[in-house]
């Protein structure tokens, strides 16, 4: 993002790491929740353009689940669901300070109100549990949790930064009759 110092979202290359697919079913079980929150938040609370806005990141777990547990749209959906959470979050709260009577009440007739308050509260908890969620699955992977799953290195392929850019059976040997910059120079434009 620009605004935002923050290293570039991590690319998956093969299946999710033990840590990720140990964290499916919770992964799972939130995009359920949310999805429910987001259908309550359109039909129940009206709220069409906060509830789409929802439906844009759940859309987004839910190619991430699609695309098994892809870690990249895992972290879309993570930063989607903390900007839509802390506003979600921030509006619950003015609506509880302005309102003129408790967030919940116990007078009859009342369950209509107490199931709105409820869903306007649940809204932004679902979504900072996934951003939570999201955070630690990107901070597994960016540790680099590969040892199940691993190709070549222990890091899904990918060099460390102070492993040798030239394995030692493919050095070239002492014997060679290369030499840098030996020879006679040639010159630009010179026929």
Request: aromatic content about 12%; some cysteine; charged content about 15%.
């Amino acid at each position: 993002m620009v605004m935002l110092p923050m290293p570039a979202m991590p690319t998956q290359f093969g299946p999710p790491s033990a840590y990720v697919e140990g964290k499916k079913p919770i992964f799972l079980a939130l995009l359920v929740f949310q999805t429910t929150l987001c259908v309550l938040r359109i039909c129940m609370l009206l709220d069409i353009l906060g509830g789409f806005v929802m439906a844009l990141g759940v859309g987004v777990g839910w190619y991430a689940f699609r695309e098994n547990m892809n870690i990249t749209f895992i972290c879309y959906w993570g930063m989607m669901s903390l900007i839509n959470g802390m506003f979600d979050l921030v509006r619950f709260i003015d609506t509880a300070v302005h309102s003129f009577g408790p967030v919940f009440t116990m007078e009859p007739g009342s369950t209509s109100y107490n199931i709105r308050s409820l869903v306007m509260l649940l809204v932004p908890l679902s979504c900072l549990a996934g951003a939570v969620l999201a955070y630690f699955m990107y901070k597994n992977v960016a540790d680099g949790d590969y040892d199940q799953h691993s190709f070549s290195s222990g890091r899904m392929g990918r060099r460390d930064e102070r492993e040798p850019l030239v394995n030692a059976r493919s050095a070239p040997s002492d014997n060679t009759s290369f030499a840098a910059f030996a020879g006679q120079g040639q010159r630009l434009g010179a026929v």
